[in-house]
């Protein structure tokens, strides 16, 4: 039935073509001839007759002429042929014009808004500070500049103690100016006792700290202008910095500071690492709870060392305490067992 139809829409073409050029033939032999005349002669029907003047016209070799009776003229061939031109080049010529007022168009975008933003592009600077000398003259100078606030995350182990004195010279500077500074280190490096002395100065001193088992990254954020972040490893592994400034870009880092305030603990004289329930069963808390959440996500033990701020030597530990605990036998199990228990939905 397809190759019928298709044979069938062929024929009908080839039909209107031949009837097409019978048409043309009479026009040319007489230039007064009568579409009646011609249907009644030839024994076309209305539809046929008009599918040989449209493809006719559509050929430009039937041009309309108003004083002819019949109301078309016949052109020759060349003649159809040069206005088919005609009309395809005054088309491309008309494009090519709005093409150019395009161009125009977008030239004049590019001069009246490109500079608006570049400008915007110049609110957020960059810089790499490379080398821990030069890392600490950076933290130095932005200290020094500071007007409101302060806002810093710790994670990792505990510094040196030349490093930790240098920067609670600069906090405490800070706290006299009236400046706002609030700081949240982990847990495990707040226990090391030159950290828990210098964090509880700086609590004495006006400062807010918190702790926490978990930080995403080690971060200064600097009246809402300026942010410091580590810069990726280099293969020579030193110490590099990045510093941004930029209200919109610095606004996303403090938000990552707020959410990790949230969910940090106010610093205490001690921080306990495990609790009981009312019952006496024993639940996990503090760093045990965390060490659960990373062995339910897999994680291996160098990455919980480093998410935690402790040694491999000491994960292995609190693992092994925790299987024992749970009585499980593998530290996968104990992950599942912390699950179906439910000590991990809060």
Known sequence: MVAARGDLDRGSLVDVRERAQELYRV??????WHPETVTGQHGWSDGEFA????????LRLFVPAPDNANGWTALTPDTALRNLLGEEERHVSSLLSHVQQTR????RVLADFQPVHAQDLLSVRM??????????????????GVEEEVLSLHPGRALPVGMVEAGLERDLAALRRGVRVRTVHLGSAAAVPHMTSYLRRLNAAGAQVRVAHTLPLRLIVVDRATAIVP?????NDEMAAVILRGETLVGVFR???????????VLADTAPGEAEDCDGAWRPEGRYRELL???????????????????????RRLVSELTERLGAASRFQAGACAVRLGWLDA
Do not use: Y
């Open 27 to 32: 026009a040319l032999d007489d230039a007064a």
């Open 51 to 58: 599918d040989a003047l449209q493809l006719l016209t559509r």
């Open 104 to 107: 125009s168009a977008l030239a």
């Open 127 to 144: 810089e790499v500070v490379t080398g821990g000398a030069n890392v600490s003259a950076a933290l130095e100078d932005v200290s020094r």
């Open 231 to 235: 810069a990726p490893p280099s293969g």
């Open 255 to 265: 938000e990552i500071f707020e959410h990790c305030w949230a969910a940090a603990s």
């Open 293 to 315: 959440r990373m062995l339910e996500g897999g994680l291996t033990d160098e990455a919980m060392a480093r998410k935690l701020g402790i040694s491999e030597r000491t994960v």
